[in-house]
């Protein structure tokens, strides 16, 4: 949902950096359009580039990153005001922008969305990329992160351009090329041409197949031996692969142990093998093969996003001693810590504790009805395995089991927890015993709960909580206990609050027994009037002296909310502004 929010700013003036940062670029775009740019060509003339080289040259190269990034809405800001800007004209003059600023010594270089209007435009910054050798560590393509291009080739020019820029940036650590990579540019950088390269996000790029990420291993992921077929990994680690290697091999002076030895010893050390930790390749081309590719070759990934129908289909096969997957395959104790897996987690559970080991996240959903759960089959213990599980996505399950397992030593390590079900309720007392860690708590579409026994110390409930978000909510009995939850929150730093009842004197309450002291963003909504008043905005900033943001303060009851927004403006330094928000 979309909320609107009031944010503090930073009071006097502004810093010198920013300052010079502006009037520079401003100097420059302005430079740019009294220099008869007037977009019939993508080229700066050659009189005016020279002169305002002079003075940007001497700029440190920290200065020029500020005004570079800065750039989009510089532009916006100058002659945006005087002259008509459209989808043709924007990206010239950003191109031009980018030629003059542009340092090899930089260490972010961001294509915008904008380019994606003007073919020429992109390849001018492409040459422009392509010109020397960089030390740039991110390149984010976001130029091409639009619907158009799923649909739309690119030219063999600009592919071909593509490619070779990644020539120049031998230090990049973070790539994100969406929706045109395909199966030649991960073969590349498989090759050595971005040996530190630690992150890679290629969605939505239906060119990239099975056959790409294979590739993207080096000599490793894609030599076979005779006309098997098999990768060498799988003879490498897997037990029956050797053995039928020995078969085929049979007479031969070579053992299928020294193939083995002599595919681990041929690994290329220009390879990402090693430093690759993270890699999106959702909505792509691949199947389950390829998850498993990836996981077989790149054994220090911490982070792999794939189509759930993928991760699904890798488990299933894993998950029957007679099925089509082998485990040995797999390197053991894998780090990955991250993936989107959400449907059928129960069922799942053992595959996964078997090779991801270090998951820290994990989804469950109304496992009671599944076909394990229903054989008589208790696959929660299971979660004791994952000895670094610290957040769960709890949807539609009993939390009766639940909690034996977090009673059980579990719940000492959680740090996140997240409940959605209609049909069931949740005890937030109980989780309060049993998550003493617990930094962040998000129940949404819930029947909730919250009796504290007298045992518990009124100040001490959640005392490690710092993010709490309730939404739409159901209350069982005490219709107020949502606000002796937030009363007994002292640590709290962020607090959303969405479709709860509440007035100014609700308000008043909680401030009177939490002073809020940590508190820096509130973020109250609904899909109708909210009955809180200018009052409470004022108590608020009185009360809390870190709060810096203020979210859906114009569904709120204000009696006249213009003056309220000029006076938090003038005499609070708060700013409004739009904020996406799921």
């Given at each position: 949902m979309i909320l609107e929010s009031v944010e503090k700013v930073s009071q006097g003036p502004s810093r010198l950096r920013d300052l010079g940062c502006l009037?520079?670029?401003?100097?420059?775009?302005?430079?740019?359009?009294?220099?008869?740019l007037r977009f019939q060509s993508i080229y700066i003339p050659e009189p005016l580039e020279r002169t305002i080289r002079e003075w940007i040259d001497v700029l440190p190269t920290c200065l020029r990153q500020d005004i570079l990034n800065k750039s989009s809405h510089i532009l916006f800001s100058t002659i945006g005001k005087v002259t008509e800007m459209s989808s043709s004209t924007v990206p010239i003059m950003l191109a031009a922008i980018m030629e003059t600023l542009y340092s090899p010594s930089m260490q972010d270089v961001e294509l915008w969305t904008d380019f994606?209007?003007?073919?020429?435009?992109?390849?001018?910054?492409?040459?422009?990329?392509?010109?020397?050798?960089?030390?740039?560590?991110?390149?984010?393509?976001?130029?091409?992160?639009?619907?158009?291009?799923?649909?739309?080739?690119?030219?063999?020019?600009?592919?071909?351009?593509?490619?070779?820029?990644?020539n120049k940036f031998g230090h990049l650590q973070q790539l994100s090329v969406p929706y045109v990579a395909d199966d030649d540019l991960l073969a590349k950088l498989g090759g050595g041409c971005c040996p530190q390269l630690?992150?890679?996000?290629?969605?939505?790029?239906?060119?990239?197949?099975?056959?790409?990420?294979?590739?993207?291993?080096?000599?490793?992921?894609?030599?076979?031996?005779?006309?098997?077929?098999?990768?060498?990994?799988?003879?490498?680690?897997?037990?029956?692969?050797?053995?039928?290697?020995?078969?085929?091999?049979?007479?031969?002076?070579?053992?299928?142990?020294?193939?083995?030895?002599?595919?681990?010893?041929?690994?290329?050390?220009?390879?990402?093998?090693?430093?690759?930790r993270s890699l999106n390749v959702e909505n792509t081309a691949i199947d389950g093969r390829g998850i498993e590719t990836v996981l077989e070759n790149f054994t220090h990934l911490q982070r792999l996003y794939a189509d759930e129908p993928h991760w699904q289909s890798l488990l299933v096969?894993?998950?029957?001693?007679?099925?089509?997957?082998?485990?040995?395959?797999?390197?053991?104790?894998?780090?990955?810590?991250?993936?989107?897996?959400?449907?059928?987690?129960?069922?799942?559970?053992?595959?996964?504790?078997?090779?991801?080991?270090?998951?820290?996240?994990?989804?469950?959903?109304?496992?009671?009805?599944?076909?394990?759960?229903?054989?008589?089959?208790?696959?929660?213990?299971?979660?004791?395995?994952?000895?670094?599980?610290?957040?769960?996505?709890?949807?539609?399950?009993?939390?009766?089991?639940?909690?034996?397992?977090?009673?059980?030593?579990?719940?000492?390590?959680?740090?996140?927890?997240?409940?959605k079900s209609r049909h069931r309720h949740i005890d937030l007392a109980k989780l309060d015993t049993l998550c003493p860690n617990l930094k962040e708590l998000t129940v949404s579409d819930s029947l909730m709960v919250y009796k504290p026994g007298n045992h518990m110390v009124d100040i001490k409930s959640f005392s490690s909580l710092k993010y709490l978000t309730l939404k739409d909510v159901s209350l069982e009995g005490d219709q107020a206990c949502w606000k002796r939850l937030i009363k007994r929150c002292s640590g709290l730093v962020r607090l959303t609050l969405q479709n709860i009842r509440m007035t100014d004197a609700d308000m008043t309450d909680i401030l009177s027994s939490n002073l809020f002291t940590q508190l820096e963003e509130l973020n109250i909504s609904s899909t109708g009037t909210i009955n809180l008043t200018e009052e409470s905005v004022y108590k608020l900033i009185d009360k809390c002296p870190r709060l810096r943001k203020i979210g859906g303060i114009c569904c709120w009851s204000a009696r006249d909310i213009v003056s309220l927004l000029d006076q938090l403006s003038c005499q609070h330094h708060f700013k409004i502004k739009m904020d996406d928000r799921e």
């Open positions: 009037a520079v670029g401003e100097l420059v775009v302005q430079g740019l359009w009294k220099g008869q994606h209007w003007h073919h020429e435009a992109r390849l001018k910054v492409l040459h422009l990329l392509h010109s020397q050798q960089t030390t740039v560590k991110n390149l984010h393509l976001i130029c091409y992160r639009t619907p158009i291009f799923q649909f739309q080739a690119l030219s063999f020019s600009e592919r071909f351009l593509l490619m070779n820029v990644l630690e992150s890679l996000d290629v969605q939505g790029s239906w060119e990239v197949t099975n056959q790409g990420l294979a590739a993207m291993s080096g000599q490793d992921g894609q030599m076979v031996i005779g006309r098997v077929g098999w990768v060498p990994s799988h003879f490498a680690q897997c037990g029956e692969g050797q053995k039928l290697l020995s078969n085929i091999l049979q007479g031969s002076p070579v053992s299928a142990s020294q193939i083995a030895t002599m595919m681990k010893q041929n690994k290329i050390a220009t390879s990402m093998v090693d430093t690759l096969n894993l998950s029957s001693p007679a099925g089509p997957g082998c485990r040995d395959c797999f390197p053991h104790n894998l780090p990955l810590r991250a993936l989107n897996l959400s449907r059928n987690t129960y069922s799942l559970l053992e595959p996964l504790s078997h090779i991801l080991p270090n998951l820290e996240h994990l989804s469950i959903s109304n496992f009671e009805r599944s076909e394990v759960y229903l054989d008589g089959q208790d696959n929660l213990p299971i979660l004791h395995t994952f000895g670094k599980l610290s957040s769960l996505d709890l949807q539609d399950v009993d939390m009766d089991q639940i909690y034996h397992y977090l009673a059980q030593g579990g719940g000492q390590n959680i740090r996140s927890f997240m409940y």
